[in-house]
């Protein structure tokens, strides 16, 4: 069992950055494939970044460029930089563990997910 706790989310102008962190409960962090999701209003969740147990990684190409995921497995926490935030990044991002291995997509391949965290970019 994962427990997950986004935070980092806020308010910030185009342009502007911000840092998102994904605290994990457990002790087998390490063992699990992560990713950001992000839904904005009206609109269907969809994956921004992935990283699987050897850190590899995959940006959707909305992101690509301008997010950064990554993990430090000795704090239990992943993290997704974004720079350059643009107003159609705004969304409600959640962060999701699977068990499974491999660069993972979809939403269903995820067995935990946190309650989410805004991000609002104003023009």
């Known amino acids: 069992q994962v427990q997950l706790v986004e935070s980092g989310g806020g308010l910030v102008q185009t342009g502007g950055s911000l840092r998102l962190s994904c605290a994990a409960s457990?002790?087998?962090?390490?063992?699990?494939?992560m990713a950001w999701f992000r839904q904005a209003p009206g609109k269907k969740r969809e994956v921004a970044a992935v990283?699987?147990?050897?850190?590899?990684?995959y940006y959707a190409d909305p992101v690509k460029g301008r997010f950064t995921i990554f993990r430090d497995n000795a704090k239990n926490t992943m993290y997704l930089q974004m720079n350059s935030l643009k107003p159609e990044d705004t969304a409600v991002y959640y962060c999701?563990?699977?068990?499974?291995?491999?660069?993972?997509?979809?939403?269903?391949?995820?067995?935990?997910w946190g309650q989410g965290t805004q991000v609002t970019v104003s023009s």
């Open positions: 990283i699987d147990q050897s850190e590899y990684t």
């Open positions: 457990g002790r087998t962090f390490s063992s699990y494939g």
């Open positions: 999701a563990a699977s068990s499974s291995t491999g660069i993972l997509k979809l939403d269903r391949s995820y067995n935990y």
